[in-house]
């Protein structure tokens, strides 16, 4: 999907639910994300694709300075009216990931949550977020797994954007100026009862799957 359809999609969610901000995902992170970034300490961070801004609005409020970006113009919006409500400030950025630059910063934190795109602008993405990491920095990026299309749950139904553990891992080059290390790069199973991508999400299934990627530098 280009911008201008996700901007179609965030604007019918803001119109179905007027007086509202609107809202097309949870309001807090997966739990997965959760667990994986709590125990780091807060420094700089960035979140790319934030969508209406689950993944930046907690790490806020949990002490991290932010920088998020989305292509879709209506993803910001909404997710500027999400931080209002939540009292916390994020550098809210209309941008590609495919090609967006964060002129020299560098972060300690950069999150990819369920941006799912062809394999090579996916690659290209993942290794260029590697390389913007600061020493002892990370990179945590989370999405539908392809093993997902079996359980029936919610997600993209083109295998051809869905992650693997050995998609993922191939992403990041352990040669790269800064070292990466894959700490972490699995299938992981997420309760779509108290864990939910969108409010409302499940239908017949109880569990989805998710590739995680967790890198160190
Ligand atoms: C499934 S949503 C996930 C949003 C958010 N990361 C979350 O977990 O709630 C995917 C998001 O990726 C954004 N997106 C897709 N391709 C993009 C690109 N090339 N550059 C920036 N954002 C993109 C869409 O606008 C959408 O907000």
Redesign the pocket.
């Known amino acids: ?1 280009d ?1 201008t359809e ?1 901007d179609t999609r ?1 604007r019918l969610a803001r119109e179905a639910q007027a007086g509202q901000a609107g809202r ?3 309001a807090l ?2 739990q997965i994300v959760q667990d994986t970034v709590s125990p780091f300490p807060p420094g700089r961070a960035l ?6 801004g ?2 930046a609005i907690w790490l806020a409020g949990h002490g991290w300075t932010v920088t998020a ?4 113009a209506e ?1 910001v919006g909404l997710a500027e009216a999400h931080a209002a409500e939540a009292g916390v400030s994020v550098d809210w950025q209309v ?4 090609t ?1 630059d964060p002129s020299g910063e560098s972060f300690d934190l950069v999150t ?6 062809p394999e090579p ?1 996916l690659r290209a993405v993942l290794a260029r977020a590697a390389g913007w990491l600061s020493p002892g920095g990370h990179l945590v990026a989370l999405g539908h797994d392809q093993t997902n299309l079996a359980t029936g749950a919610p997600g993209p139904g083109d295998p051809a954007i869905l992650y693997s553990p050995e998609l993922l891992r191939s992403c990041i080059d352990p040669a790269s100026p800064g070292a990466s290390r894959v700490v972490r790069c699995e299938t992981i199973r997420r309760d779509l009862a108290t864990d939910p ?1 969108a409010p409302g999400d499940g239908g017949a299934a109880t569990f989805a799957l998710d590739t995680l990627l967790v890198v160190e530098v």
């Open positions: 999907m911008a996700w965030y097309l995902w949870s992170p997966a979140d790319l694709a934030t969508g209406d689950r993944n970006v989305d292509f879709s993803a941008g590609d990931a495919t967006w990819v949550m369920y941006l799912h795109l602008a991508e």
